[in-house]
């Protein structure tokens, strides 16, 4: 479902015929809303669907500053739908879940505007992957953070790949060889999330978050963020060298200049989030 200045669109799951996903905009921030506690949130392939189509929808809405994944209930997502990978539904259905959550995950990476998960409760296996591929994430004191597919047979393979990413690997290896959760504090200290605060601040903080990069030029910070991954897979002196042409180039747009002629005339910056 889609809500925005008064307009709702449905976003259908082709299986239950309800929506398993909410959007909504408000102040430059887009909130996607888990919204199947029935099933934890699980990522099935139309929860998946559904949220990949919320996010490239509307990314280039020049508006748009942030977008916020949360979930309703007590579980984040409890990571994929098992029903959907018993032997019964075959290779090539299996082969679609994980391909589809990589298009999920490439999204959330590509998006010109940073993805802020905001997590209050479990995030497990594919749920807890979907956390670690945001590009921040503020989770209450209560959560807990688990990658268990080896308890069940099915080793947290894919989802292990955005946990090193995030994590130490010691600390990794911990998570998806036992399968054991960690807390929040635990996951703020191995890198997991971004800050952990009061069950009763965590709106107050993600709001806060939004407001300082609607702050800031789209521009500028889709550039930013798109740069970000990039030098992340180069060597330190490919990275400066990239780095260094990037910074010329922000400098020279429109943004770039408002922002240092703003600077010099001690005043606010306006402005114009175009690249």
Same mark, same amino acid.
Request: some cysteine; aromatic content about 6%; glycine content about 6%.
């Given at each position: 479902?889609?809500?925005?200045?008064?307009?709702?669109?449905?976003?259908?799951?082709?299986?239950?015929?309800?929506?398993?996903?909410?959007?909504?905009?408000?102040?430059?921030?887009?909130?996607?809303?888990?919204?199947?506690?029935?099933?934890?949130?699980?990522?099935?392939?139309?929860?998946?669907?559904?949220?990949?189509?919320?996010?490239?929808?509307?990314?280039?809405?020049?508006?748009?500053?942030?977008?916020?994944?949360?979930?309703?209930?007590?579980?984040?997502?409890?990571?994929?739908?098992?029903?959907?990978?018993?032997?019964?539904?075959?290779?090539?259905?299996?082969?679609?879940?994980?391909?589809?959550?990589?298009?999920?995950?490439?999204?959330?990476?590509?998006?010109?505007?940073?993805?802020?998960?905001?997590?209050?409760?479990?995030?497990?296996?594919?749920?807890?992957?979907? /956390?670690? %591929?945001?590009?921040? &994430? @503020?989770? =209450?004191?209560?959560?807990?953070?688990?990658?268990? +597919?080896?308890? !069940?047979?099915?080793?947290?393979?894919?989802?292990?790949?955005?946990?090193?990413?995030?994590?130490?690997?010691?600390?990794?290896?911990?998570?998806?060889?036992?399968?054991?959760?960690?807390?929040?504090?635990?996951?703020?200290?191995?890198?997991?999330?971004?800050?952990?605060?009061?069950?009763?601040?965590?709106?107050?903080? /993600?709001? %806060?978050?939004?407001? &300082? @990069?609607? =702050?800031?030029?789209?521009?500028?910070?889709?550039? +930013?963020?798109? !740069?970000?991954?990039?030098?992340?897979?180069?060597?330190?002196?490919?990275?400066?060298?990239?780095?260094e042409q990037i910074m010329v180039q922000?400098?020279?747009?429109?943004?770039?200049?408002?922002?240092?002629?703003?600077?010099?005339?001690?005043?606010?910056?306006?402005?114009?989030?175009?690249?």
């Amino acid at each position: 479902m889609i809500t925005r200045i008064g307009r709702v669109l449905p976003h259908f799951s082709r299986v239950s015929q309800r929506y398993l996903s909410t959007y909504t905009f408000n102040d430059g921030v887009g909130t996607i809303l888990l919204d199947n506690e029935k099933t934890r949130n699980s990522l099935s392939l139309d929860m998946m669907d559904s949220i990949h189509k919320h996010i490239v929808s509307n990314q280039h809405d020049t508006e748009l500053r942030c977008i916020v994944l949360a979930a309703r209930g007590r579980v984040f997502s409890a990571g994929h739908n098992l029903k959907e990978l018993t032997a019964e539904q075959g290779p090539d259905h299996h082969k679609q879940v994980f391909h589809k959550c990589s298009e999920l995950i490439d999204a959330i990476r590509l998006a010109p505007v940073p993805i802020i998960a905001k997590v209050d409760g479990l995030a497990a296996a594919a749920g807890c992957q979907l /956390v670690a %591929s945001c590009d921040m &994430a @503020i989770c =209450s004191d209560t959560s807990i953070f688990s990658t268990p +597919g080896a308890s !069940f047979g099915i080793f947290c393979s894919t989802p292990g790949i955005a946990v090193v990413r995030a994590i130490p690997r010691m600390r990794a290896a911990y998570m998806l060889f036992t399968g054991l959760p960690i807390t929040a504090n635990e996951a703020l200290e191995a890198g997991l999330v971004s800050k952990v605060v009061c069950k009763t601040q965590i709106n107050e903080e /993600v709001d %806060s978050i939004c407001k &300082a @990069i609607a =702050s800031k030029s789209r521009a500028v910070i889709a550039l +930013g963020k798109t !740069f970000f991954y990039q030098q992340i897979a180069m060597d330190v002196s490919t990275a400066y060298e990239l780095g260094e042409q990037i910074m010329v180039q922000n400098l020279a747009t429109i943004d770039g200049q408002e922002g240092i002629k703003s600077f010099v005339e001690k005043r606010r910056p306006k402005w114009h989030h175009k690249e």
